[in-house]
């Protein structure tokens, strides 16, 4: 067997293997040998048909089975013998395979195509381009989100006359009869001119108005009707009230934080506030810290760039996919794609030169964490500590042991992060959340 490697650039590279008879010949008998021991074959007992006959029956087929295992083989020992970082897979080049007679060569030959990066290496001694961000809240997000609470657990009713902040329920027709639909119209999403006429009128009243001037919003979203229905929405349109709908905020007394927090958990207005004021920190920190990480991982891919094989990784992603994908949707989305794989790659070479590993108790503790975040609005409290250990084991032995490696890669990237964050001494830095709006839109 010969194997040879041609780089025909930086970082793509043909891999050829000649295989002989006796690389694979010997092989090939046996199995033929142990084939015609079980062999039935008609006119002759079971596993006394002549070998000469199993080999004409079975030969090819076999021949092809033990060269592809001896392919694979032979390659995967090759590429892991290799300094560079191979990609993807190897390629077959198959317009060469296509010409091979399987019945009468003795001598086969093989081309692979492989995309590799040559060297990674990374500096943290430099100085990178993210910062560590924590969130200060004010007392307005605190008043916004105790407003939508009283609000959530209000009383609806129905007055005799609307106002400002009130939906109205009734029909909703084109002058020219071209559309009608009975909705809900809220009076908060409309402009302060347009409002107007809304506000004071009794059921049985008709308003006339261009609900695509009026509305503020995504007219769709807003009247909870299709995208297609509200494009017909411009015009002369009326509005006959057939009802009003108001929530009346509810009080800041006990009933309201046993209803929000369980029983006996809140008996103070000022703890109620500061309750609050703690799930919305802890909550806006956890977006905050997916915004540090992806931040983080964009300053060290800039500082890093690395010379990925393009084209190869196309046209694999295309031939691993079995047609899942497009050559066009592969190139759309590539750049994502590369993205990714460059902090796969940075992530790797760090963990390895810095021993950093994600051991089998991280993977246990962050899989209940996430769990526990995912089941927390179920109201299963008790019982899902009781049941922890079945909730861990259907999710990390699930999708083929895919589960588990996710979350082992999860936890090694949560490791490598924290140690470049330390390493390369990233600064801190606190904000309000207006700031962090801000951040997240640029």
Do not use: C
Request: zero cysteines.
């Amino acid at each position: 067997m010969e194997i040879t490697l041609d780089k025909h650039a930086a970082n793509e590279a043909s891999v050829k293997i000649k295989l002989e008879e006796a690389d694979y010949q010997p092989k090939v008998d046996a199995k033929i040998k142990d084939y015609a021991k079980k062999a039935t074959i008609k006119g002759f007992r079971p596993g006394k048909a002549p070998f000469g006959m199993v080999k004409n029956l079975y030969g090819t087929s076999v021949l092809v089975e033990e060269i592809n295992a001896i392919l694979s083989k032979s390659l995967n020992d090759y590429l892991k013998e290799q300094e560079f970082e191979i990609l993807g897979d190897p390629l077959p080049k198959e317009d060469e395979t296509e010409s091979i007679d399987w019945k009468k060569q003795k001598e086969f030959e093989f081309a692979y195509k492989i995309g590799f990066v040559e060297t990674i290496s990374v500096n943290l001694d430099q100085k990178l381009e993210a910062k560590n961000y924590t969130i200060t809240l004010s007392d307005k997000e605190v008043n916004e989100a105790l407003d939508n609470i009283k609000k959530q657990y209000g009383k609806m009713t129905n007055p005799e006359e609307s106002a400002e902040s009130d939906f109205l329920y009734g029909d909703l027709k084109a002058e020219d009869g071209s559309f009608e639909e009975t909705l809900s119209l809220p009076l908060k999403e409309m402009d302060g001119r347009s409002v107007k006429k809304f506000i004071g009128v009794k059921k049985g009243d008709i308003i006339s108005f261009d609900p695509s001037k009026a509305i503020k919003g995504d007219l769709a979203e807003v009247l909870n009707i299709g995208k297609e229905e509200a494009e017909k929405l411009q015009g002369d349109f009326t509005f006959t009230v057939q009802n009003i709908n108001r929530t009346e905020e509810a009080a800041l007394d006990q009933e309201l934080f046993d209803k929000v927090f369980g029983p006996g958990q809140v008996d103070s207005e000022e703890a109620f506030l500061e309750k609050i004021k703690t799930i919305l920190t802890e909550n806006y920190q956890k977006e905050v810290k997916v915004f540090n990480e992806e931040q983080l991982k964009e300053s060290l891919i800039k500082a890093h760039p690395l010379d990925l094989p393009e084209s190869f990784l196309k046209e694999w992603l295309v031939r691993a996919n079995e047609g899942k994908f497009s050559e066009e949707e592969v190139e759309k989305e590539f750049p994502a794609y590369a993205k990714q794989l460059t902090w796969s790659l940075l992530s790797n070479q760090i963990a390895k030169v810095n021993e950093i590993k994600a051991e089998h108790e991280d993977v246990i503790e962050k899989t209940k964490d996430m769990i526990r975040e995912q089941l927390a609005s179920s109201g299963m409290g008790s019982q899902l500590e009781e049941n922890m250990d079945m909730f861990l084991e259907n999710y990390l032995q699930g999708n083929e042991g895919k589960n588990y490696m996710q979350m082992l890669t999860a936890v090694q990237n949560e490791k490598v992060l924290d140690f470049v964050r330390e390493k390369a001494k990233i600064k801190e830095e606190k904000i309000g959340v207006e700031k962090f709006k801000e951040l997240l839109e640029n």
